[in-house]
């Protein structure tokens, strides 16, 4: 069981930055994937970027150059740094953590409670 606190989240102008935080507790996150998502009203939930226990990175064609996916396993964090923000960026942006087992090839997911990000003028 891995706990995920997010935060960072507030309420910015278009072209702007915010760097968002998730810090888990309970487990290390060593080999853990970790990831981004967020949900705007009256949408699903969306995958914005993901890193791999590897390091390895991806991000969702919407957000590429603008955002930044980064973990610090010594202090059980991860980070997304988001500039040149857009209104589409709105949204509450969730933490979230995958725990794979090789042998029986179960997944362990885990969530923050989120933290919202509101991209207005």
Do not use: H
């Amino acid at each position: 069981q891995v706990q995920l606190v997010e935060s960072g989240g507030g309420l910015v102008q278009p072209g702007g930055s915010l760097r968002l935080s998730c810090a888990a507790s309970g487990s290390r996150i060593s080999f853990y994937d970790m990831g981004w998502y967020r949900q705007a009203p009256g949408k699903q939930r969306e995958l914005v970027t993901a890193i791999t226990s590897g390091g390895s990175t991806n991000y969702a064609d919407s957000v590429k150059g603008r955002f930044t996916i980064s973990r610090d396993n010594a202090k059980n964090t991860i980070y997304l740094q988001m500039n040149s923000l857009k209104p589409e960026d709105t949204g509450v942006y969730y933490c979230n953590a995958v725990f794979k087992l090789f042998v029986s090839r179960a997944e362990y997911e885990y969530w923050g409670q989120g933290t919202q990000v509101t991209v207005s003028s």
